[in-house]
């Protein structure tokens, strides 16, 4: 439980709010007590949201239905009001871990606990689909565990069957991993979607993963459809029940009622496995400590106005004594923005925040960053409306994973650092996001892409770009509204296999080309001339490289020019190196970052960065520049000291920055790529890179 913030209200509807459960997009859970003394979440809608009509009804009618919830199960609707500026719903509270964290902390849970899960997750969902309802998100983090069983909350998403009127099809929701591939289509769905997810639930709590893997939301979905679930390790007596619940046609799986029978009676003795009473009890134990919630309007000065901490004091005088720079610890050096006006002055007192930017001084894309970022921190500083004052620290990660994980480490422990943005690699920065987690240290990633980032959604993190999850995206919005090919060739070099497949599968399966498709692989010990022919036959067809290359780019660049191939061609930005630059003459690239002095929306970051560093800003300054200003956007909303709610701040609402809209998927927390992808599109010429267009331009006039 996180606590309140000042901009937070103290009442809701008689009920005084204790602290906060959560925040996302669609708006806040608190902690609160009701007007008779009992502790519920209560779940507050943002406003913006309940602007539509439409909204309302659904809040209503949906608040109506799960309130004739009678399961002993589900948690009960104590109230709800529909008509308030902010509508909000509170349900009874389950002081417990969920079923997610106890499986992360304890491990798989033995067969006669599970049966004991299944049988109770059967009943509440009976009990669901009884009131007409469908709940569209049954997940371990909406399974709480208490010490008489487990309950099945969250019925926000939940939609009444048959209220055509109020519902919107074609939209996915609910959690990829446990969302059924009627859901994954954004088909309608009903209860037999439901219990496919309890069949997921059953099978991530018998063997500690879940049954269609993890990475990309594309990824798990396209398995979800198309693939058979990983059962290694349920136990033998189950796998026929769970393999019936998995089925990927809806007729084809049992119904909650029949569950019930084959997981027969649920017996509350010794229904947790070994060492998960304890962690219930302490959880309930920490709530009947907690006092009567006070009032959280201030009689005496706001947090903002508040004056620094001791450690935190200590430091800044040091850091004034020392003047620019100070020593901060092997690795680690402080950065001021060099303008007075960044000193606090007169009566006015500043919450001040440390902004970490690791990476490794030896890379050029970090050099930007940081000049960048410090040009972000001093224009911040120099601000005279400022609520708080931003200090920049780099820190070295050695460009290694191992050097990644010992600088997050340090950081973490450090109570003075409020974000850490993260300008590493695909090979370090994955490396940082346990020990931000474990901190709760909200971590921003600018450049980093790899799927092993496609986990942000349980960690701190948050991607501020495109990724391989959308694949190359201004190069496919090149293709679909400039190229118009009838069809287009994805070429699948398989000697970066894993890489690729995301690519292969958007374009296949998720059917984002507007064109015809086909595949070619070429193996990782072959060369592209066969497949290179094979392409020109059709010399006017498109080819889409999926690799990430530059040398096995360039070969292939090659063998198209030699084969006589005249259609357009596409890639990501990991080709781009010098022995693709070489040979891809013509070829349009897709990246993550902008040119920001070819860039029409960036021209006076680009005065401003020139005048202060003296030359033309680099790949990915632009970009190191908006993560400072989007941390310091929810800085501001969160005060001193405030990190640990830091990246709920940033996932409420979109923020627009000079290179991109930051908006974030409240249910999965990724960026949202939209309409415009978020992306860049640049074309090989002369030997280089030049940029075209954002990827919402592309194919437009001038």
Not at 590 to 599: I, L, P, V
Request: hydrophobic residues 45%; charged residues 20%.
């Amino acid at each position: 439980m996180e606590r309140l913030l000042p901009t937070d209200p103290s009442l809701i509807g008689g009920h005084r709010l204790a602290g906060r459960l959560g925040a996302g997009g669609m708006g806040v859970v608190y902690l609160a007590r009701s007007p008779h003394g009992a502790w519920c979440a209560l779940k507050v809608i943002r406003a913006e949201y309940a602007d539509d009509p439409g909204f309302r009804a659904r809040f209503r009618r949906e608040a109506e239905l799960a309130s004739r919830l009678t399961s002993r199960w589900t948690v009960p609707v104590v109230a709800a009001d529909a008509d308030a500026r902010s509508p909000w719903l509170a349900t009874a509270y389950v002081p417990g871990p969920s079923l997610a964290e106890a499986v992360a902390l304890r491990g798989p849970w033995p067969e006669a606990q599970l049966r004991g899960l299944g049988a109770v997750l059967a009943e509440a969902l009976d009990g669901v689909h009884a009131a007409g309802l469908v709940h569209r998100d049954v997940k371990p983090a909406n399974v709480l565990l208490a010490a008489d069983g487990p309950r099945l909350i969250d019925f926000g998403i939940a939609r009444a069957v048959g209220a055509t009127a109020l519902t919107t099809d074609g939209s996915v929701v609910g959690s990829p991993g446990y969302l059924s591939p009627e859901q994954a289509r954004g088909h309608t769905v009903g209860p037999p979607s439901d219990v496919f997810s309890l069949g997921c639930v059953l099978a991530y709590t018998a063997t500690g993963r879940p049954p269609f893997g993890t990475g990309g939301a594309a990824a798990v979905l396209y398995r979800t459809v198309g693939e058979e679930p990983d059962l290694d390790g349920i136990p033998d007596s189950l796998d026929r029940t769970v393999r019936r619940c998995l089925a990927k046609e809806p007729e084809h799986r049992p119904s909650a009622r029949e569950l019930l029978d084959t997981f027969g009676e649920f017996a509350v003795a010794e229904w947790l496995p070994e060492g998960l009473p304890a962690l219930v009890a302490a959880r309930a134990a920490r709530v009947l400590d907690l006092p009567v919630p006070d009032p959280t309007m201030l009689a005496g000065p706001s947090p903002v106005d508040a004056p620094p901490s001791p450690t935190r004091r200590r430091l800044l005088v040091a850091g004034a004594a020392l003047g620019v720079t100070a020593v901060a610890g092997a690795g680690a050096w402080w950065e001021w923005g060099r303008s007075a006006a960044s000193a606090n002055t007169g009566s006015v007192r500043r919450s001040r925040h440390v902004v970490a930017l690791l990476g490794s001084p030896d890379d050029p894309s970090f050099t930007e960053h940081r000049r960048g970022a410090l040009l972000a921190v001093e224009q911040h500083n120099q601000d005279a409306k400022r609520t708080q004052d931003l200090i920049l620290r780099t820190t070295d990660d050695a460009g290694t994973a191992k050097g990644s994980a010992a600088a997050a480490t340090r950081l973490a422990a450090d109570p003075d650092v409020s974000v850490v943005i993260a300008a590493g690699t695909n090979a370090t920065v994955p490396a940082a996001l346990a020990p931000c987690t474990k901190a709760r240290l909200t971590l921003l990633i600018t450049r980093a892409d790899t799927e092993a980032l496609d986990v942000v959604n349980t960690t701190s993190a948050l991607v501020l770009r495109n990724t391989q999850i959308v694949g190359p995206f201004a190069a496919v919005i090149y293709l679909n509204r400039v190229a118009k090919p009838a069809r287009t060739v994805i070429l699948h070099d398989l000697a970066t296999e894993a890489q690729s497949l995301v690519t292969v599968r958007l374009t296949t399966v998720n059917g984002v080309l507007d064109s015809g498709t086909t595949v070619e692989e070429v193996a990782a010990d072959e060369d592209f001339t066969a497949a290179a022919d094979r392409i020109a036959a059709r010399p006017r067809d498109a080819v889409l490289f999926a690799g990430v290359s530059p040398d096995r780019a360039a070969a292939c660049a090659r063998a198209l020019r030699d084969a006589g191939h005249r259609g357009a061609r596409g890639a990501s930005e990991h080709v781009l190196g010098a022995p693709f630059l070489a040979a891809g003459e013509d070829w349009r690239i897709a990246t993550g970052y902008t040119d920001a002095n070819a860039d029409t929306r960036t021209k006076a970051f680009a005065a401003a960065f020139r005048a202060r560093h003296g030359h033309a800003p680099g790949p990915w300054a632009a970009e190191a520049y908006d993560a400072v200003r989007f941390a310091a956007h929810g800085l501001a909303s969160v005060g001193d000291d405030g990190r640990a709610a830091l990246r709920s701040e940033l996932l409420r609402r979109p923020w627009q920055g000079i290179t991109r809209l930051m908006s974030f998927d409240a249910s999965t927390q990724f960026f949202q790529a939209g309409e415009d992808g978020g992306g860049f599109l640049f074309r090989v010429t002369g030997g280089a890179a030049r940029f075209v267009a954002r990827s919402a331009d592309i194919g437009k006039k001038a």
